[in-house]
């Protein structure tokens, strides 16, 4: 499978666990709101956290030192996100589906898989 990982989510967590704790939960909950509700995508439900970065550093401590650490940090994640990003772009072209079937892939637990057709004769 070539599992790679998570592509910096875990350092950036434990920097996030020296300059602001809260940004954790802060940011998860956002783009779980936003991945998972609004464009009913689990994949960027996922990925979407250290954007949320951004706006959270700036709402704390205004513009500073830790916006600029949000920006850097958005910049090397999605760097280094590109292969997944290619991957799942290519998945999206390849299987296009509407916001009311995901939300009801979801919802079954078959987060992005690509479902079989029933078998007609063993229906």
Known sequence: HRLKGGRGMSPLFGVLLLVDW???PATMVASSVVGLVILADPYLSYVMAPVFLVPWFWWRFGWGPEVVFGLAANVLYWVATIPELR???????AHPRNRRERIREVRKGFIGLVLPEKDKDFS
């Open 22 to 24: 809260t940004a954790i």
């Open 87 to 93: 991957t799942w772009f290519g998945y999206r072209r």
